[in-house]
């Protein structure tokens, strides 16, 4: 048994009630490891439900919080904690991005850091050769791209509980797009796929503030076309019968996907993805099975004409292989084992 730390950002409870991929991937990690006997403390929002020991230096999530005006401090605290607590844990898994590098690097224990965004950034590259002795985990190799150098201890693709979505062998004839409404998401470009396709398209995605503009100028418009349904954010059971009953659901990104949770999700349903060859798609889809990897508008259409002739079942088994939360933990279990018995020691800077 293992005293284990999970640190999650502080933007949505663990697990989020609807939107927040990385908060849902913290949730499924501290589940199953207390699940497995693990003595877990979770750090993360006052909010959040959870099997382990809970820390929080906050009432409830940042995202809506009406009190919270400085993101930033209330992770400094809560890296604070954790940093006055580490020495009662064997080892310390951030999930918070780059900020706790510094601290990190002072660490008298073991750590070890998901890297959950993208890497390609300007700021990135010059980050990472600073802090080339903190150890990292990708989540695609795909991700790991832009800073090669970077002190990678694994890439661990993320991995959902069996029973969280059920397979639906039988779709409604809709296309379906989640996420969030920002250019790099793409839900314009799913919206013309639909229309050049001559499908109704149900579209969940919620509206972030730094990303209003393009909502209202470019989003609200197509809203209004007589074949696009939009039900807000949906989590949940919401969430499985909205992808399990859709025909394919749409991926059409323009940036480095870093993994891409809502094509595994679908997989579960047995729904089809058709994505855009960006990031991690390649990777983590296994094209004419789980869907239809494509380069662009005109490819994306001609793939929803042969969508419906591929084996939902066949999806569903690609996840049960390779994407389950089981699959997931014992990779991690082994690079908690590996970092303790330091066979894996962080590399000296220089």
């Not at 989020?16 to 929002?45: C, D, K, M």
């Not at 607590?85 to 510094?102: G, K, M, Q, Y």
Request: aromatic content about 8%.
């Amino acid at each position: 048994m293992l005293r284990i730390a999970q640190v999650a950002p502080l933007h949505e409870p663990v697990p989020p009630r609807t939107y927040g991929g990385t908060e849902r991937v913290v949730s499924w990690i501290t589940e199953e490891l207390v699940r497995r006997g693990h003595e877990v403390t979770l750090y993360a929002s006052g909010d959040s439900r959870t099997a382990a020991r809970l820390v929080a230096v906050t009432d409830r999530a940042l995202r809506g919080h009406p009190e919270c005006r400085d993101p930033v401090a209330r992770h400094v605290r809560l890296l604070g904690r954790v940093a006055d607590e580490a020495e009662s844990h064997d080892i310390v898994h951030f999930h918070t991005d780059h900020l706790h590098f510094p601290l990190a690097r002072r660490l008298a224990v073991p750590h070890v850091t998901t890297l959950h965004g993208r890497l390609d950034l300007p700021d990135t590259r010059a980050l990472f050769e600073e802090f080339r002795d903190i150890p990292v985990v990708s989540i695609s190799d795909a991700q790991r791209a832009p800073v090669p150098f970077a002190n990678w201890q694994a890439t661990i693709h993320h991995g959902l509980p069996r029973d969280l979505h059920r397979f639906h062998p039988r779709h409604e004839g809709y296309l379906a797009f989640i996420g969030r409404f920002s250019p790099e998401k793409g839900a314009h470009l799913a919206i013309e796929i639909a229309r050049r396709a001559g499908l109704p398209i149900r579209v969940a995605a919620k509206v972030c503030e730094a990303n209003r503009a393009y909502y209202e100028e470019v989003i609200r418009p197509l809203l209004r076309e007589p074949f696009v349904e939009y039900v807000g954010e949906v989590g949940g059971a919401d969430k499985d019968a909205f992808l399990g009953g859709a025909l394919a659901v749409l991926f059409p990104i323009d940036w480095p996907e870093p993994f891409g949770l809502v094509m595994v999700e679908a997989m579960a349903c047995g729904t089809p993805v058709i994505a855009f060859r960006r990031g991690s798609v390649p990777e983590v889809m296994v094209d004419g099975v789980t869907g239809f990897v494509v380069d662009g508008v005109g490819e994306a259409v001609r793939a929803v004409e042969r969508v419906a002739g591929l084996d939902r079942a066949a999806c569903r088994r690609v996840f049960e292989e390779r994407y389950t939360v089981e699959r997931m933990v014992d990779r991690y279990e082994a690079l908690y084992e590996r970092l303790l018995r330091g066979r894996m020691r962080p590399r000296l800077v220089g």
